[in-house]
């Protein structure tokens, strides 16, 4: 956090190095992006990324769609990049970026976008990916959460209404929201976050979308075997 100097902030544990969520699936040389939010850019430096087929994004919070300006050289590949939105995200998107998609002859060097429309509960096929968007909580309104194959992300929330629970049985990988130590008025506090990591009953949950009220390993210390704090860089195969 700028400013701060409490221990999470200074610490010398890689783990305590965070920048805004986001995941980037990955098969043969196609590449799918979630959300792009104001770190995207060193993001996808860091992991030498050249292309992109897709982009699913959750919701339009900052922290969460703010990097997509740096979609551009991405997008100009194989314009123009397909991006999954539902409704709300995908109007506000629109308002933050009105040069994305005002008309002109093209020769600024903007990104290349095209919308497609998300509804919780409807599967879609995102540039070959087969993904079930799926409605949870974030405050008082609803956000989207991905399914792809067994693995679920669910970030940025702090309720799973049952119709969605019911889409969440048998996953092999759940990766959920789990803020701060405290209650939150829009995200799941750690306690909450076992609770329903419990309910939901995933092989492995990692769990993202920390606050520096955080210690990586303080935590990890504590959790059940098949429980674990995620971090940058976190890779696996599902």
């Known amino acids: 956090m700028i400013g701060c100097t409490c221990e999470v902030c200074r610490s010398t544990d890689p783990r305590n190095k965070r920048r805004r969520v986001s995941v980037l699936l990955s098969e043969g040389q196609r590449r799918w992006l979630i959300d792009a939010g104001p770190d995207f850019?060193?993001?996808?430096?860091?992991?030498?990324?050249?292309?992109?087929?897709?982009?699913?994004?959750?919701?339009?919070?900052?922290?969460?769609?703010?990097?997509?300006?740096?979609?551009?050289?991405?997008?100009?590949?194989?314009?123009?990049?397909?991006?999954?939105?539902?409704?709300?995200?995908?109007?506000t998107v629109e308002q933050a970026f009105p040069?994305?998609?005002?008309?002109?002859?093209?020769?600024?060097?903007?990104?290349?976008?095209?919308?497609?429309?998300?509804?919780?509960?409807?599967?879609?096929?995102?540039?070959?990916?087969?993904?079930?968007?799926?409605?949870?909580?974030?405050?008082d309104f609803d956000i989207v959460g991905f399914r792809v194959g067994g693995m679920a992300y669910l970030t940025d929330c702090n309720g799973i209404p049952e119709a969605s629970r019911a889409l969440l049985q048998g996953?092999?990988?759940?990766?959920?929201?789990?803020?701060?130590?405290?209650?939150?008025?829009?995200?799941y506090s750690l306690d909450e976050a076992v609770a329903v990591?419990?309910?939901?009953?995933?092989?492995?949950?990692?769990?993202?979308?920390?606050?520096?009220?955080v210690d990586h390993e303080t935590w990890a210390q504590t959790l059940p075997a098949n429980m674990a704090p995620a971090y940058d860089g976190l890779s696996f195969d599902f």
């Open 41 to 91: 850019r060193q993001q996808a430096l860091d992991v030498g990324l050249d292309r992109l087929d897709a982009v699913l994004l959750t919701h339009a919070h900052a922290d969460h769609i703010l990097g997509m300006d740096d979609l551009r050289p991405l997008s100009w590949k194989n314009p123009p990049l397909p991006v999954w939105a539902d409704e709300s995200t995908s109007r």
């Open 99 to 139: 040069y994305f998609f005002a008309e002109g002859d093209g020769k600024t060097s903007r990104p290349k976008l095209r919308f497609h429309r998300l509804e919780p509960g409807r599967p879609v096929n995102a540039a070959g990916l087969d993904v079930l968007p799926i409605a949870i909580h974030h405050g």
């Open 171 to 187: 996953l092999d990988i759940l990766i959920l929201d789990a803020l701060r130590p405290k209650p939150h008025p829009t995200h």
């Open 197 to 213: 990591a419990k309910e939901l009953g995933a092989k492995q949950t990692w769990f993202t979308h920390f606050s520096h009220d």
